[in-house]
């Protein structure tokens, strides 16, 4: 539904060089920063949730990946709906994308104007491996 892409510059030329030695310093401190990110857009996107039952806005979940060094975090909502027509399809993303529903970019909307505050846990990040790293 939206992607939203955080670059840090020279973050993969380090771990390459550093290989071993970075990983118990930036490791920990990086996944701990994703599932901050995860769980802030999480309750941004369920907070901006339309509520009519509520079964969509207790559907949205966050996960980082599983890697060692995880490279993502996903944010969805996994709640469905049935019709005549079709059975179990993603009813957020149809909310999301049909203009004819009055809900058009509910999910992703509130998630681009919160992209700033996503800036603090990455300066937090920073702040835990330059803490690590010192001692």
Same mark, same amino acid.
């Given at each position: 539904m939206f !992607?939203?892409?955080l670059k840090l510059s020279g973050a993969d030329t380090l771990l390459k060089k550093l290989r071993n030695e970075a990983?118990?310093?930036i490791g920990?401190?990086?996944r701990e920063m994703l599932e901050d990110v995860?769980?802030?857009a999480e309750k941004i996107a369920s907070s901006g949730a339309p509520r009519a039952s509520g079964k969509l806005a207790s559907s949205i979940r966050s996960r980082v990946s599983k890697s060692a060094r995880p490279k993502w975090v996903k944010v969805e909502a996994t709640a469905t709906r049935s019709s005549r027509r079709y059975k179990r399809y993603p009813y957020g993303r149809r909310l999301e994308y049909?203009?004819?529903r009055g809900h058009k970019g509910w999910f992703s909307k509130p998630l681009e !104007?919160?992209?700033p505050q996503f800036r603090s846990e990455i300066? !937090?990040?920073g702040g835990k491996v330059q803490q690590r790293w010192a001692s």
């Open positions: !992607r939203l892409k990983e118990p310093v920990e401190p990086w995860g769980h802030a049909d203009p004819s !104007r919160a992209t300066q !937090r990040f």
